[in-house]
């Protein structure tokens, strides 16, 4: 059986076809310009296969309330043209199959739970939070997505400034100092004027942004009380996990009992980035057992 | 049909009996004394009754992972004499029906959800905060309690600081200045001197408490996206929750959508403080349809 997954990004969409066992059999790598050019593209793409069903991991704000009219669309994004694009009713259109859509952070979390059944963890809930350009998460509780009136968008809670960085004013044009505004890629060259890979990881722009980011991996401790916390996106790396790790530590203070914080508090398992793909597959093939 | 339920607090337990109707028509209170004596006088008083099966709520921390050996026990609870005591276990040997085990703020959430499906609100997610000698929250989503490695404990999440509130240091004894450190009934001491309901509601001290626990209801929406945000507890009342919208909606910043602000963060909807007696009751009626 194929199985089709669009990671669609802001800057490009991933389109790949796989089987239920999650082998990718197929990838191509399409520009994000007009949605009409864009769209086109994808559907060809996926018309030369034979699938039994589809995925869509979107970049957002999306709608993913089936009660709403705009269900499948992207929303209120800054994207030039993609603005209010019924993304999921031009692929409906062409391809009519079942298609699952949820948001790329959420096919990632997918993914990563996914994953985790694959390496038998016996986990059932799972939080991945992506560190790139800008900073989101997704969420599973009890091997679904949530989200009652509409996507988590984690990346906007306000946080304990660090002592030493009193001074930046964060650069989300929403909320100024919120986690995305504090340790989102582009920080780096507004904190040091140099780009995140080119600040060397003894400097202490790191430890600031693993002191942040632990704040975020508390609050999902705390409020969703995840099995395991999945750490994705361009600014990550094991070195800041392992800041991140000794920061959680120190700031949860033994208040609540955690998995070993090698395992809780993680890399990726997917290879290559395919985390979405792998929850697009998984929540694809889902659709055929309903 | 007789349902029972115990809320169980560090002062007193409130025990009471009701019908599936959610209607109370017996109820004591009974003080935390030691655990062998309290419970003694739990057991006989629901020994009058023939109950069909009981919800118990209970102060925490508590272990609710049904596959620990220690399910059923309240854990590292500070108060002398009730640490790791087997609740469940010592009433099960005495009632032999079925019985429900959470959280008090668990209970509190599943009653105020309950209340809601009862006023015909169709909502499937909802937080409940309690504000008062401490903090804690309970959440129900998609119409279930959640919690992987354990049940949450969302009073002790790091803030961002009111600017004219620096120098207060915060009374938790793990975190200093997490939420609960800040918000909890007893701040107002230490910050103004005064009991809580001694300080006027037009002293700036309730402003910063509704500039945080603000920040709970953000963390709250953007990461769980709940339809409901319920706040109970001592300290809460109709100003403080104006003062908690004014200041949620700058925050937010219109970031995402929110149902309006008056329906959204909410006081509770049961009379009498009975959001846990009616929680109890509904999950102890849910194990009989099982």
Redesign the interface.
Known sequence: MLLGSIEAGGTKFVCAVGNEDYQIKDQIQIPTTTPIETLTQVVNYFKQFELAALGIASFG?IEIRKTSPKYGFITTTPKPGWRDTDFLGLIKKELKIPISWTTDVNGSAFGEYTMSTLFNEK???LVYYTIGTGVG?G?V??G?L????????????????HPDDLNFKGICP??G?CLEGLVAGPTFETRTGKKGEDVPLTDKTWDIMAYYIA?AA???T??????KIVFGGGVTNETLLEKIRNEFQR?L???????PLDQYIAPPQAANNNSANIGNFALAYRLLLE
């Open positions: 704000p986990i059932n809930s998460a969420t509780i009890d679904h949530i989200g009652g009136i509409g996507h988590p968008e984690m990346g906007h809670v306000l946080l304990k400034r929403y909320h100092d704040q508390i609050q999902t705390l409020i969703l009380r995840p099995n700031i203070n033994g208040y609540v009992e955690v998995p």
